[in-house]
């Protein structure tokens, strides 16, 4: 039976300001009723696999696990990478936990940000592949191409036989001329980053061609610890892993790769143009996300994430605006935005990490407002959930419950709030917010003090497993 591997790390960060580095792309819900993520689980339905496993990276594991949450979905694990390695290690994390589970199954690896517009091609593709993967092949599937694309690696294939191929070449991405000359030819396939072999085959073509990373990767699952729904590994001998694609350490190495095709409407949405392709194009060839007014612009890619957009006279552009950042665009240019991400983590600045709104496992909060000695955010607790324990040195707060029932721990007192109702939380008392009610608790909190940075923030208790008063806290990343 098939163990669906689904990679859920990267950064998205061509698909800036929507992307961020906390919140990117496979969790972002890009024109359709369900997330990247969300369609990547749901486009196994059919299949005959055991519940899915995840990698993904340490920070996201509230969001994997709230998002599988949301549609119902079991899984076999989330294994947490402590830093990102690339594919050949984070498939051999999956590889020995499967190993460890006591069976030897046959892995398919999937992107977690790739669109698939025909999942009755997708499972037949994957169909006709388990034949070959079941013989000890590694089996890569390769799409049919519509266009000379610039933007994807290829494949070259050997066809001398008939439903997989072998693997002549893995190429780079080319220019337009030489596309166009792979496309004529018939023999080439866009690099899809899709997979099936069985784990034991991956990790015994790894451990030939790679060893340092075989070596590393299993040191790292020897000594693995579950929290929930998580598998935590050894990040000391993860962390010293060398970095390498699946590509680059195994598939162009081995003499057992074979590639079969696909044609199932496949896109790694790897840039804005992407989605503007993939969209329902207006009379004008615009494709709009949100709240849009246009006047005269033709081929334009415009989303609105918090107000309203209003174009005149564009011509091939891109337009993204959300609450704390706006990108305007050529449509030809978009690969750049990577560029203007690097520049922007050059500067130390935080649109690159985080968004205003900001997803945390109890729920989310919304920048507001902030100035000199104050901070306003719109604070969600979901149902049942709890803010830590903690206490500030520097800022106070004053909270208003705008609607639900908030249950407060103040000091050595515990107390309901209710729909406008407030408290007051001085400098260096210990406090806690938690939901007790069914509905989600909406609130207002109003910081004021000499300091609001977020690493101003000592915990005593968390129920979600995160650092502790006795642990480093980052001004980025360790919030409320």
């Known amino acids: 039976m098939i163990l669906p591997v689904i990679m859920a790390g990267g950064t998205g960060s061509r698909l800036w300001p929507l992307s961020r580095e906390l919140y990117p792309k496979q969790f972002l819900n890009l024109g359709g009723s369900h997330s990247l993520l969300q369609s990547t689980v749901l ?47 984070a498939i051999a994390l999956a590889a020995f936990q499967a190993l460890n589970q006591g069976h030897d199954p046959l892995l398919l690896v999937l992107a977690a940000d790739h669109v698939i517009a025909d999942n009755h091609a997708f499972h037949e593709a994957v169909i006709r592949a388990l034949t070959f993967a079941e013989t000890g092949k590694l089996v890569t599937f390769g799409i049919v191409p519509m266009s000379p694309e610039t933007g994807y690696g290829y494949i070259k294939a050997d066809k001398n036989q008939e439903h997989a191929y072998p693997i002549s070449a893995f190429v780079e991405k080319p220019d337009k001329e030489t596309a166009q000359h792979y496309l004529d030819s018939g023999d080439y396939y866009w690099n899809s980053g899709m997979f ?3 784990a034991s085959r991956y990790l015994s073509e790894l451990e030939k061609h790679q060893p340092d990373i075989h070596r590393q990767c299993e040191a790292a699952m020897k000594d693995t610890r579950l929290t929930t729904d998580f598998v935590r590994i050894n990040e000391e001998a993860f962390i010293t892993c060398p970095a390498d694609s699946i590509d680059y350490a195994v598939m162009e190495k081995t003499d057992s790769a074979v590639v079969v095709p696909m044609d199932a409407g496949w896109n790694d949405i790897g840039s804005w143009s992407a989605l503007w392709e993939l969209g329902v194009k207006d009379e004008q060839g615009n494709v709009h996300q949100g709240d849009i007014m246009n006047v005269e612009s033709r081929n334009c890619y415009v989303c609105a994430d918090a107000k309203l957009v209003v174009t005149i006279g564009l011509d091939n552009l891109v337009v993204v605006d959300t ?40 729920g989310k909060y919304d920048s507001i407002d902030q100035g000199l000695r104050y901070q306003v955010k719109r604070i969600t607790v979901k149902p049942g959930e709890k803010l830590s324990l903690q206490m500030h040195h520097h800022r106070a707060e004053h909270w208003v419950v705008v609607s639900g029932t908030a249950r407060v721990t103040q000091g050595e007192k515990t107390f309901l709030l209710t729909e406008d109702q407030s408290t007051y939380i001085p400098v260096g008392v210990v406090h806690a ?21 977020e690493d101003d923030i000592v915990r005593f208790e968390d129920r979600y497993g995160r650092s502790l008063m006795s642990q480093p806290i980052s001004k980025t990343v360790e919030l409320a």
């Not at 305007?328 to 985080?354: F, H, P, T, W, Y």
């Not at 917010?433 to 940075?453: A, D, F, R, T, V």
Request: hydrophobic share 40%.
């Open 196 to 198: 099936l072999f069985r």
């Open 433 to 453: 917010l938690e939901n007790p009610g069914k509905l989600p608790l909406e609130m207002i909190e109003i910081q004021s003090g000499s300091y609001l940075g």
């Open 43 to 89: 486009r196994l339905e059919g299949l005959d696999h055991h519940a899915p496993l995840f990698v993904c990276n340490e920070e996201h594991r509230f969001i994997v696990a709230e998002q599988l949450r949301l549609v119902n979905s079991a899984f076999s694990g989330i294994i947490l990478e402590p830093t990102g390695r690339n594919t050949a290690p």
């Open 323 to 362: 609450k704390d950042a706006v990108l305007i665009a050529s449509k030809d240019r978009v690969q750049e935005v990577k560029r203007v991400v690097e520049q922007i983590n050059a500067k130390g600045r935080v649109e690159a990490k985080l968004h205003r709104e900001v997803y945390r496992p109890w």
